[in-house]
């Protein structure tokens, strides 16, 4: 037990370690995090492509092409590309409507999954920068304007969006709101120190040249937008965020749902960070190597960790209350029958540990609320996100995790055939 109990603090001091990390970052490193509220107009437009994949998108698809259509960015400079896989509604129907728009190039292909659609958009792209924007997300008009002036430093390869939860309604969807506020938080964070794992697929935007050097998407555990970062840290190319590239997407409204979107995301990670391996702990890949992979790899493990010992502990909490009973039996006058020593160990050292890790949490959660609102906001809906992901988020994680082991793929057309119903995802 004591074993255990060493390991725990272990794991505790790093996720601690992390969030102070990225404290100290955004410190340092504040000034450069614009939020710009204006418009604001570009001395020269490069020509984009945008490839909408789409899967089962008929009640969403016409909101992300008029989002698209409506960004403040010049007409001739813009490009949009409809790749249908094969839907089983009447997604093809919905984009026949654009097939004599001077702007949208419409596909029908076979169902082959999502990196496929993509590698279809990319062979018929003529824009100088190629994005993806996922068929049930919508865009800011002035989100692709400010990610383009982060490729005037010409290391940049790729851009990475804000993704915001559009509309929430369920308190899990307010959970999930606060959960994306920290993402922003963090993935800037890791852009300030070029570890950037992930490329969302709502309207990441990259060089073209990117495809025409390391190839086309892959599809990398129905996680592409994982893959196709990692590879690119192989070659040392550069990833950032546009803090101020609002993305608005629906989210899972139901635990069952949240859970089968989350055990594909986790699954995917475990599976591309296991092929990419060879990035672990090597200087010459920089922080993607030392610190973003391992980092994931510990909050995996400490998560599951903490689930394991803390049910042992209530376990043998149960067993000697049992033997307790059982040798003095329901006696109220001993006064300590139901007495709770929390996990048997040092309880202070514990709540003092434990206070300091949700702080840092909170600061990271309010530090992304900022990024989005302009101003730190304490909100309730960061109460939610702590205690329902602390509930539930262990068991997606195992749930990877056996995945992973078991080599069980999660399909990302079996995902979207159960949220065909539910345009909020």
């Known amino acids: 037990m004591e074993f255990l109990t060493i390991v725990f603090y272990f794991l505790t001091f790093l996720a601690v370690y992390v969030q102070v990390f990225f404290l100290v970052t955004f410190f340092e490193k504040r ?3 614009n939020i710009r509220k204006e418009d604001i107009e570009l001395d020269h437009y490069p020509k984009v492509s945008v490839i909408v994949p789409c899967y089962n998108e008929e009640k969403t698809l016409d909101n992300t092409i008029n989002s698209l259509l409506s960004m403040n960015y010049p007409k001739d400079r813009l490009e949009i590309l409809i790749v249908d896989d094969g839907s089983k509604d009447g997604t093809w129907d919905q984009a026949l409507k654009y097939k004599d728009h001077p702007q949208i190039k419409i596909f029908h292909k076979e169902n082959g999954g999502k990196h496929t659609a993509l590698n279809l958009g990319l062979e018929n792209v003529t824009g100088e920068f190629v994005g993806c924007l996922d068929a049930d997300s919508t865009v800011h008009p002035e989100t692709l304007k400010r990610i383009i002036t982060f490729f005037s430093n010409p290391e940049t390869m790729a851009v990475a969006p804000s993704i915001v939860i559009r509309d929430p309604k369920t308190l899990l969807q307010y959970a999930q709101r606060a959960e994306y506020d920290m993402a922003h938080y ?15 697929g709502p309207f990441s935007i990259f060089r073209k040249k990117v495809f025409d050097t390391i190839g086309p998407y892959r599809k990398a555990h129905h996680t592409e937008d994982q893959e196709i970062a990692l590879r690119m840290h192989t070659h040392n190319m550069k990833i950032d965020h ?48 030392m610190f973003t992979l391992p980092s994931g790899f510990i909050s995996i493990t400490g998560t599951m960790f903490l689930l394991v010992f803390t049910g042992i502990n209530i376990y043998k909490y149960i067993i000697h209350k049992i033997l307790q009973i059982s040798t003095v039996g329901l006696n109220m006058s001993t006064g300590n029958i139901f007495s709770v020593d929390l996990f048997f160990i040092n309880t202070q050292a514990v709540i003092f540990i434990s206070i300091m890790l949700y702080m840092l949490v909170i600061a990271a959660l309010v530090n992304g609320r900022m990024m989005i609102a302009g101003r730190r906001i304490l909100s309730w809906d960061i109460l939610l996100f702590i205690i329902i992901y602390s509930v539930i988020a262990p068991f997606w994680l195992i749930k990877a995790v056996w995945n992973a082991v078991t080599h069980r793929e999660a399909s990302w057309t079996g995902e979207r055939d159960v949220l065909i119903s539910n345009p909020n995802k």
């Open 31 to 33: 000034k450069d995090i």
């Open 186 to 200: 963090n993935k800037k964070m890791l852009a300030f120190l070029d570890g950037i794992h992930v490329t969302p």
């Open 242 to 289: 546009c803090p101020d590239g609002y993305v608005y997407t629906g989210s899972p409204s139901t635990i069952p749902k949240l859970y089968r979107q989350r055990v594909r995301w986790m699954y995917g990670f475990i599976k591309n960070a296991t092929d990419y391996r060879s990035l672990f702990f090597k200087p010459r890949y920089g922080t993607i190597g």
